[in-house]
């Protein structure tokens, strides 16, 4: 019989070489669980700042750093609220510091006051493209009517508010993109992984091997 005596040391506790050894075996600690689902949450708020309800089933990503990667959306679209937030900078009530640069739509008065008075027949759609990554936006009017008869003369000024309508899609997928990529970024850090290695009580040889199995064996 032979009795072997080890010292356990405590993340904190470790030699400078030992931590990064440490940090190394514990790379993915932190995606043990759905993290991306605060930023989820973050974004479908802000985005009900300005009018742009999102549906949270849709969102999906991948990433970060391989050519393809992006993220998607989809939602619809309040066109009256979004115009006023654009003009009073309403999110900021929820993310103060937050710039997104976008501008009023360059279209028609006449055709924002259709969508006012309700005679847009349905509310805008931003849309993940079929194929990768991105947004889309339909209008979702393939007619529009006066009483009973077409208005024709409107659809120049209808693309134009597509157009625009797109710019603040893209605008609002690369927020969340980015929104994601600083939250990966964050966990895989070392500051965050030795935060949680010292919060799960984790101990280690004087070498930075995890001590686990030991500690499993001495109960």
Known sequence: MKNITVTLYSFNELEKQAKEKALTAYC????????WDIEYD?????????????????????G????????AFSAS???????QAIQTESWKAYAPTQEFGFT??????????????GILP?????????????????????????????????????????DWLNLIA????????????RQYEYLTGETAI?????ANDYLFTADGRSADYLTELTQ
């Not at 700042?49 to 089933?57: A, I, N, R």
């Not at 739509?105 to 008075?117: C, E, I, T, Y």
């Not at 849309?127 to 979702?140: A, C, H, I």
């Not at 007619?143 to 693309?159: A, M, Q, T, W, Y």
């Open 42 to 62: 973050d974004f479908v708020t802000l985005c009900s700042y300005l009018g742009v309800t999102v549906d949270k089933e849709t969102i999906r990503f991948s």
């Open 28 to 35: 993915n600690l932190n995606f043990g669980f759905d993290w």
């Open 170 to 181: 893209v605008k609002l997928n690369f927020y969340l993109y980015s929104l994601l990529e």
């Open 77 to 83: 679209v309040n066109i009256q609220k979004l115009v």
């Open 104 to 117: 009023h739509p360059v279209v028609d008065r006449r055709v924002l006051a259709l969508a006012a008075s």
């Open 122 to 162: 349905q509310e805008p759609q931003i849309t993940s493209r079929t194929r990768g990554y991105g947004v889309n936006v339909d209008l979702g009017i393939s007619v529009i009517l006066e009483g009973s008869r077409p208005k024709e003369n409107v659809f120049d000024e209808l693309e134009k508010l597509q």
């Open 64 to 71: 970060f750093y391989s050519q393809g990667d992006g993220s």
């Open 194 to 198: 030795g935060e949680s290695i010292a």
